[in-house]
């Protein structure tokens, strides 16, 4: 199906960890006086998940030089995360309060992310030359964007540096109204500047529309996906690829989910799964997106990548926390539809 034999790829994961705090179950917050904790964050959910896969990730990010940060520095090492770029700084950890959903009451997220350690390091701190010295690859999120003006021309400087060096860029829109808050007129803007220097953008019409101020008014979701694809690839010349889940609610526990993928010769799409009794839908996106950085770097066929990709995000929904800890195999059994039997 593809080649392993070859080395793994090396990638830069640029983002902030952060900590989730969500009570027990489906209880509202503080109806128990206790708190579920889970390592998460955008970039590093895809550097985790791609190193259980095989391949060298590298988180680069800021912590606080406290017991929480490097308790959730050691919680990425324990997933074979490179976090050799993890710098400590004074601050505190970025935390976000997670209040699950159930039936038709939808899940809400609380960001507690003001002044973290992440936030308030100057953008020149990072020596993106050497740290992407031998990288193929830097993924990173628009949330390092919405986070402020300083962790915004990080990631600039993070695409110009990986730009000059000849490595391939990996960006997901994950445009969150409640983080970018008064600075929200300005996000489409900085997201266009980095979407300019993608080879792989994560993304749907939604995010299409927001930075290019266009609307795609098409009923059917993968006309949107295509006519917002096409508006893509004509605004930024370097984009080669345009990928996305789409997401059909019945309840928060019963969904239907499915995957798109634009190339500047076709769209493809997936078959829809139905996810029956949701255990956690959080980083679906992200375990959608290091599926297909997997597949890419393992060298797939579009339709296999995509299959792939689209299986890890369906998986993820299984796993509680924010990281899919599923294994290649895992992902490979359920495209074979290997059943439910216990496999001994």
């Not at 970025?94 to 003001?114: I, N, Q, T």
């Not at 295509?226 to 019963?254: I, K």
Request: proline share 5%; aromatic share 6%.
């Amino acid at each position: 199906m593809h080649n392993t034999s070859q080395p793994p790829t090396r990638i830069v994961c640029f983002g902030e960890p952060l900590l989730r705090l969500s009570p027990p179950g489906c209880e509202l917050p503080l109806q128990s006086p206790c708190f579920n904790v889970h390592v998460g964050g955008a970039e590093a959910n895809v550097a985790a998940s791609l190193a259980i896969l095989g391949h060298h990730s590298v988180m680069v990010s800021t912590l606080p030089d406290n017991m929480l940060g490097r308790a959730c520095a050691g919680e990425l090492r324990k997933h074979g995360v490179d976090t050799g770029g993890i710098l400590q700084a004074e601050g505190r950890m970025g935390v976000y309060y997670l209040s699950p959903g159930a039936m038709h009451r939808p899940s809400e997220v609380l960001y507690d992310r003001a002044d973290s350690a992440f936030a308030r390091i100057p953008a020149d701190a990072y020596d993106w030359p050497s740290l992407l010295a031998g990288v193929q690859w830097l993924h990173l999120s628009g949330i390092n964007l919405a986070l402020g003006k300083t962790t915004s021309q990080a990631a600039l400087a993070a695409v110009h540096a990986a730009r000059a060096a000849g490595v391939s860029i990996s960006f997901d829109c994950n445009y969150r109204s409640k983080l970018w808050g008064e600075r929200a007129a300005h996000a489409p803007a900085v997201l266009r500047e980095i979407v300019s220097h993608a080879d792989l953008l994560f993304g749907n019409d939604r995010d299409i529309a927001l930075m290019l101020g266009m609307a795609f008014p098409q009923a059917d979701a993968i006309a949107r996906f295509r006519a917002a694809a096409d508006d893509a690839f004509a605004a930024w010349p370097h984009l080669q690829r345009m990928a996305a889940t789409e997401r059909l609610h019945r309840n928060v526990d019963d969904q239907d989910l499915f995957g798109l993928m634009a190339t500047r010769e076709r769209v493809l799409t997936t078959a829809t799964h139905a996810l029956s009794n949701v255990v956690d839908r959080i980083g679906g996106g992200d375990a959608f997106a290091a599926g297909l950085l997997h597949g890419l770097f393992r060298g797939m066929p579009d339709e296999a990548m995509l299959d792939f990709a689209i299986t890890a995000a369906c998986l993820k929904h299984s796993i509680p926390g924010d990281v899919n800890l599923l294994r290649e195999a895992d992902m490979l059994a359920f495209l074979a539809q290997g059943g439910f039997e216990v496999r001994r």
